[in-house]
């Protein structure tokens, strides 16, 4: 007998429908000749149960038969040829199941064929019908032709926000659109848009182009949607839909004024050469303008846009700050040297406002104010005679007014600011008259010409100080002179200096407003869309 089955004979018989357990029984069976069911069971380490079932389908396919020796059911195996007739009729058997399900895939192949002929109509009610419509016609993954007569503007269609996010899902997808539409004004309109839009349009006479609804052409499917009575309607019919197709591509050569077949316009069609690199630039800048990636991006911006206004504006001022100071002191330096020490020393007292020295300087005075925009006050400052840590006023430019104060007395009260109401604000600065509120700088204008480090406020108003020193002809120092500039100016200028950021802040926050509205719009559009 074999003692030994070969792998590949084993697989063989795995191959053909053979369990492991009847391919052991065989095995036993070839080396021992005849067995019991529990010598088998010993041999094979199963159990007598499962040797006995897997015996009773080897003696069904009449390979095994049972004997009884010496008053014991034995088992044995018919002939090699048994097997290898076991073998061959489930050949056949399997060959014949296989011809019969190749015939039944046949048939089924030749249904759908003739069902792929047969029209199949698909309807949509109402607005959210059309939406899902219009969505269905992007599975298609296809370009999209179509006649598209127009009613209204863009701006004015009631699914305009729809349409944005028809549009995004479309540039994602690359799905191309062209249109004819009738050569209107507002088909002109809706033409000017192309680029931005991922499509091309082409205008024709009003005469032909009859139909009142858009009809679109997408694969097989010739979509016809009208939006007064909220209604699409998809006809699947291949044969319908290339008739339509071709009739498309002739109006389409025809109002282009080209001179190419048709043929040659579908080819270009299919391969996209028809799609400018404007159409890509402009479209796709507009996907990412509604992108949450340019949200993201414009939110950076608007803060960067505030950080570098407030740093900007802390450089503006501290440069315009310089720029007075600058102003200031160059003023009072340049004007010291024109104040006449002779007529300074002729005021002493408070009454030596009616003397022509008090005129002469205070006009000077005057003077110097109008040739200069934006100063406020300019006045000439002395030390106390009886103690030098308070300074006087010798001479303040608004101290002789021919219009408010007629018979020159600075003591009488003038409107200084304009206000309407005469109070601390507009108190007039006789000879003598004590500077209570005097600045620390005011004290340094006697040794160099200097000004304040920051705008300071006194009963007058808030301002920033030039002090320049007046020196007789012996070059002794005898008063200061002193030129305030408005800090109401000073604000004025530095505000001028940041409207262009302001402005940018202000336009990057609309877009950001904008922006996160129409993105909740979206939102709700492809939650629609994915419910759809």
């Not at 002090?467 to 500039?485: E, F, N, Q, R, T």
Request: net charge neutral; hydrophobic share 40%; glycine share 4%.
């Amino acid at each position: 007998m074999i003692h030994h089955l070969p792998s590949s004979i084993e697989s063989y018989l795995k191959d053909t429908g053979f369990t492991a357990t009847e391919i052991l029984v065989i095995k036993k069976l070839l080396e021992e000749d005849v067995l019991t069911v529990r010598e088998l069971a010993t041999k094979a380490a199963k159990s007598t149960g499962i040797i006995d079932q897997a015996i009773k389908k080897l003696i069904a396919k009449k390979i095994v038969s049972r004997e009884m020796i010496n008053e014991q059911p034995k088992y044995r195996i018919l002939s090699l040829e048994a097997i290898s007739h076991w073998l061959e009729q489930e050949k056949k058997s399997r060959q014949l199941a296989i011809e019969r399900r190749h015939r039944d895939f046949e048939s089924f192949l030749s249904a759908v064929e003739v069902g792929k002929n047969r029209p199949d109509m698909e309807y949509f009610e109402g607005e959210e019908g059309i939406r899902k419509a219009y969505m269905r016609l992007l599975e298609q993954d296809t370009e999209i032709v179509g006649f598209l007569p127009i009613a209204f503007k863009e701006e004015e269609d009631p699914l305009r926000t729809f349409r944005l996010e028809y549009f995004r899902q479309r540039r994602l997808k690359k799905i191309f659109l062209r249109q004819i539409t009738t050569d209107t004004a507002l088909g002109r309109r809706y033409q000017g848009r192309d680029a931005f839009e991922y499509r091309q349009t082409r205008l024709v006479p009003e005469e032909d182009l009859y139909i009142p609804f858009e009809k679109f052409i997408v694969g097989d499917i010739v979509a016809c949607i009208d939006h007064l009575i909220h209604r699409a309607c998809f006809i699947r019919y291949p044969d319908f839909a290339k008739a339509e197709k071709m009739a498309f591509e002739k109006l389409w050569s025809r109002s282009g004024g080209a001179a190419a077949s048709t043929e040659v316009v579908v080819a270009e069609a299919a391969s996209g050469h028809h799609i400018s690199r404007k159409t890509r630039i402009l479209s796709a800048l507009r996907i990412f303008c509604m992108s949450k990636v340019a949200l993201g991006l414009f939110i950076f911006l608007f803060v960067g846009s505030v950080i570098f206004a407030y740093e900007l504006s802390r450089y503006t001022k501290a440069l315009n700050l310089q720029r007075v100071q600058d102003k200031v002191q160059s003023i009072a330096s340049t004007a010291a040297l024109d104040i006449n020490t002779k007529d300074l020393a002729a005021l002493q007292t408070a009454n030596d406002y009616k003397k022509p020295e008090w005129a002469r300087i205070v006009n000077q005075l005057r003077n110097i104010r109008l040739h200069n925009e934006h100063l406020l006050f300019v006045y000439i400052l002395r030390k106390s005679p009886t103690n030098p840590n308070q300074l006087q006023f010798q001479a303040d430019a608004d101290s002789l007014d021919p219009f408010a104060n007629t018979d020159n007395d600075p003591t009488n009260n003038v409107d200084l600011n304009g206000d309407g109401k005469i109070d601390e604000h507009d108190e007039l600065s006789p000879p003598n008259g004590p500077y209570e509120t005097a600045p620390p700088e005011a004290f340094e204008g006697f040794v160099r010409a200097t000004t304040n480090k920051d705008f300071y406020t006194d009963q007058w108003s808030t301002m920033l100080s030039g002090y320049a020193p007046i020196k007789d002809g012996s070059g002794h120092v005898v008063a200061v002179l002193a030129a305030d500039y408005s800090a109401a100016d000073f604000e004025r200028l530095s505000r001028v200096s940041m409207w262009p950021c302001i402005v940018v802040g202000i336009l990057l926050m609309i877009f950001i407003i904008l922006r996160c509205f129409a993105l909740q719009k979206s939102c709700k559009l492809m939650h629609f869309t994915k419910q759809s």
